[in-house]
């Protein structure tokens, strides 16, 4: 059974603050890593990882993965109070349907 | 832009009732997915369907049917609600083949008394 686990399950900070959010996977034939943002309705897409050691940037924001080890991390810096959000990170593997197994979520809670 | 939109926000039925969740996407996508996302547990996909007509189990199927009659809609049926399916559900849907994320609809907060 495909896993995914994520830590913190909450995390508090205040503005400025550089914060990073983990996620380990076990996931059937393995094929993409990937992270969402989730603040009161749809989740909104953050970033697809494939390949180990690459890092994804957008903003403030990045990831890498690492398939050798199973995990993932998302850094955020200089955190704001519009970061305060549900992070998802999900695995798919599998066919390619898209099937996603996801992680428990972790709450990030920015104070100004 | 990708636009997912499920029919309802909110919705409360009574137990032993029959209950539609509507999905309809714009972007001609193949796959379409039903998740239901709970407090400490995630989302965790109900059925998801990779054409029309086409649909699979995801992992807790039980007490759900989807329908899948033409691309554009997919829609998630209890047939029976009970009160543990209580549950934010949400609806989502990808271009077929790899390499492409799910983009989701806001949501169905369904609570069932």
């Known amino acids: 059974e495909d896993k995914v686990v994520q830590s913190p399950l909450s995390l508090v900070v205040h503005e400025g603050d550089t914060v990073t959010l983990n996620c380990s996977y076990e996931?059937?034939?393995?094929?993409?890593l990937l992270w969402y943002k989730q603040e009161k309705k749809a989740p909104t897409f953050l970033f697809m990882l494939?390949?180990?050691?690459i890092e994804k940037k957008s903003g403030r924001l990045s990831s890498i993965l690492d398939k050798k080890e199973l995990f993932s991390i998302l850094n955020i810096t200089a955190t704001q109070t519009g970061d305060s959000a549900v992070y998802l990170c999900a695995g798919a593997g599998g066919t390619s349907y898209g099937k996603l197994t996801f992680g428990q979520g972790t709450i990030l809670t920015v104070h100004p | 832009d990708v636009k997912v939109t499920q029919s309802s926000r909110y919705l409360v039925k009574r137990t032993g009732e029959k209950v539609f969740l509507e999905c309809v996407q714009d972007?001609?996508?193949?796959?379409m997915f039903w998740y239901r996302q709970d407090p400490g547990l995630g989302l965790r996909l109900i059925y998801f369907?990779?054409?029309?007509?086409?649909?699979e189990k995801g992992d807790i199927p039980e007490g759900y049917s989807v329908s899948r009659e033409k691309k554009e809609r997919f829609s998630l049926i209890l047939e029976s609600a009970s009160t543990n399916q209580t549950s934010m559900y949400l609806c989502?849907?990808?271009?077929?083949?790899?390499?492409?994320?799910?983009?989701f609809g806001d949501g169905t907060r369904l609570s069932i008394l």
């Open positions: 972007m001609d996508h193949e796959n």
């Open positions: 494939t390949s180990s050691g």
């Open positions: 996931v059937t034939n393995f094929r993409s």
């Open positions: 369907s990779y054409d029309v007509k086409m649909k």
């Open positions: 989502a849907s990808r271009p077929g083949g790899t390499g492409q994320p799910q983009h």
